[in-house]
Nanobody, 122 residues
Framework: QVQLVESGGGLVQAGGSLRLSCAASGDTICISAMGWYRQAPGKERELVAAITSGGSTYYADSVKGRFTISRDNAKNTVYLQMNSLKPEDTAVYYC????????????????WGQGTQVTVSS
């Protein structure tokens, strides 16, 4: 089992920045990729960004150039730096881990955090 604890969500004005953090504990040896999904009201959950232990990354087109994912393997922690935030970025953001290398499907992620709300006002 892996436990994930997220922090860093909140309310910010459009154009502002937020940094999300997610610390993993437990059976972390099984983790290959770590990532962030988000889900806005009435929409499907979407993969925002993911990173492997070796530093390979994936970004959704909607966040490329604005969001940066990083990872501290020693601390089993993943970060999501979100800049130039837009109202359409408003969603609950979920940290997730996978035993696979940069999976794209939610079904390929094994553990999920409780979610943290990000609200961007216009």
């Amino acid at each position: 089992q892996v436990q994930l604890v997220e922090s860093g969500g909140g309310l910010v004005q459009a154009g502002g920045s937020l940094r999300l953090s997610c610390a993993a504990s437990g059976d972390t040896i099984c983790i290959s990729a770590m990532g962030w999904y988000r889900q806005a009201p009435g929409k499907e959950r979407e993969l925002v960004a993911a990173i492997t232990s070796g530093g390979s990354t994936y970004y959704a087109d909607s966040v490329k150039g604005r969001f940066t994912i990083s990872r501290d393997n020693a601390k089993n922690t993943v970060y999501l730096q979100m800049n130039s935030l837009k109202p359409e970025d408003t969603a609950v953001y979920y940290c997730t881990t996978s035993r696979y290398h940069l999976p794209r499907l939610a079904t390929e992620y094994d553990y999920w955090g409780q979610g943290t709300q990000v609200t961007v006002s216009s």
